[in-house]
């Protein structure tokens, strides 16, 4: 195994923390289907998509550096959505945390100095720069539109497609 036990179990854990936020998100998608705000159901739909990828990105590297892989136990999805509000909050919290946890890993990998694993993890810090901002700016429109005028969210996910 190229990689350390310890950060072999990291990896571990994180292809189950972003398979539990795949389901979480496409939970929130299902709020919004029920809402008939098809666009930002769509955007979360297209967020479950990008953590599973994420979680088969961790999967790949830790077959190619020989390390075990065992995913744990994914816990179910929050079901009862308050609001758009607070979906969004939620999955802004979700994504700072999930930088916490890549972060953990590139220390870990300093560390170590495990260049195989910093190399891999860049990826990963970059990606979640570009996720914090994302969320961050969904939740301001959100916000700024309020839950009776979440039309004008709709139409500002329009113009990305």
Do not use: C
């Not at 995913?71 to 758009?84: G, H, K, L, N």
Request: charged share 20%; net charge negative.
């Amino acid at each position: 195994m190229q990689i350390s036990n310890t950060m072999s179990d990291l990896m571990n854990a994180q292809i189950g923390n972003e398979l539990g936020a795949s389901n979480q998100y496409l939970q929130i998608a299902a709020y919004f289907e029920g809402q008939a705000l098809k666009k930002i159901a769509k955007l979360f739909v297209k967020q479950a998509e990008e953590e599973r990828t994420h979680a088969m990105k961790f999967f790949e590297h830790l077959n190619e550096v020989g390390a075990p892989v065992s995913i744990a136990a994914i816990p179910a999805p929050q079901y009862e959505i308050a609001s758009a509000e607070a979906a969004f909050k939620m999955s802004l919290a979700w994504e700072k945390e999930v930088t916490k946890q890549v972060y953990a890993m590139v220390e870990l990998s300093i560390q170590e100095k495990d260049y195989a694993s910093q190399n891999f993890l860049q990826w990963f810090v970059a990606e979640q720069v570009e996720e914090v901002s994302s969320m961050e700016t969904y939740l301001q429109i959100v916000q700024r539109s309020g839950e009776k005028n979440l039309l004008m969210m709709e139409a500002y996910l329009s113009h990305g497609d």
